[in-house]
């Protein structure tokens, strides 16, 4: 008897623990937006250029990185502004494609590592993933030496949604004119992403 209370006592509380839980787990969800779900690899297009690369979701990464080369800063109007070189392969055409953009300098980003230090100047430049362009924070680097020519940060995955890294491309980018465009002088970071 006293077995058969205490079997009905834990099957009680087990019951009772995981209703709480799947209760609270349901009222976030009712309170939270949905959020768009991204693989660890997306298809996305440089913007307004419309060139197609593969863009890595590196979520131990903090800043989006850029591959560029001929990186060259100069002074225009009193300002600091860098010029540099995007040679990528268009995925959707098949082919190599070049452009030079000049952009002022956002900010600096120092990286410290076994190597040494780095500077990188760091620009803002627009991505269309799925059917939203994001303008972010891009540090300028060559990246020919890596698999991915976008490496996309935290503070850009925040503003994208969830990362799921068991898939990949799970969307193709298709913005036009009317796109939604998500601009970074709006955008509010969550100090938890490591600010």
Known sequence: MLKRIVMT????????THSLAWSAESAEK????AKKQFGWLEMATIEPW????KAKLDSGALTSSMHATEIEEFEKDGEEW???????????EDEDVSKTFELPVHR??????AGGTDRRPVVLMKL???????????SL???GDMHYPVLLGRRTIQSLGLVDVSKNFTHKPSCDESATVMN????????????
């Open 141 to 143: 680097r060559d990246r």
């Open 50 to 53: 419309g060139v197609a690369v």
């Open 82 to 92: 860098v010029r540099f070189t995007v040679d990528v392969e268009d995925e959707y």
């Open 30 to 33: 009712e309170a939270s937006p």
């Open 128 to 138: 269309c993933l799925k059917d939203t362009v994001y303008e972010e924070q891009f």
């Open 9 to 16: 006592s834990a099957a009680v509380l087990f019951a009772l």
């Open 184 to 195: 970074y002088a709006t955008k509010e970071y969550d100090e938890d992403i490591g600010i």
């Open 108 to 113: 600096r980003l120092l990286l410290r590592g």
